[in-house]
């Protein structure tokens, strides 16, 4: 009974649990803070790349925004960067890569939520620790966030890189999508190099 009174006054903070073996077990809570962090500097460069991506994405979409009309598609509304190759243009997208499943954003944003999630619970089997994988991961995180953010926003994922080559038109992308598509084959290649 005393053991018991004991460990019920030390989880309300009446009396100290070091020394008394009815104490609940675990680091102190001192420490606890500091070893989610140590936990969270493991992650820094996937961190710090992911936030950048994601800082760079909004601010580029940003800037679309507050200088061409939704809808300009092509010239002469667009911004021409290098003549019949490269403009700026602004395309809302309320669907995947080159546009697949268009009018499914609400989809593709819980689905893009739900792998975040994934990604950080799956953390240990990924490799995240590996400086490479971290890398790849950065890229991938803030490109998902960037297209997360918009479609929560907006309704859609704002594009405006538009290249064409020659009679082809590259699908319009932004750089979100960029820092995807690098951050995949990143770690694709990474796998093949160091196969599990």
Known sequence: MKDELWLALAVMGGV?????????????ASRRPKAFLERLLA???????AVAVLALDQA?????FNHLELGTYGPPGAITVVPGFFYLVHVGNTGAAWSLFSGRSAVLAVLAGATLVAIGIWRGPLGLRHRTVQVAFGLLCGGIAGNLLDR???????DFLDFHFG??????????????CVGTVLYVIHSLRHPA
């Open 16 to 28: 100290p649990t070091e020394g008394n073996p009815a104490a609940a077990p675990g680091p102190p």
């Open 60 to 64: 580029s979409k940003l800037w679309i």
């Open 43 to 49: 992650y820094r460069l996937l961190l710090l790349l």
């Open 152 to 158: 929560i926003v907006h309704g859609y994922v704002t």
């Open 167 to 180: 009679t082809y038109v590259y699908p319009t992308f932004n750089l979100a999508d960029s820092g995807i």
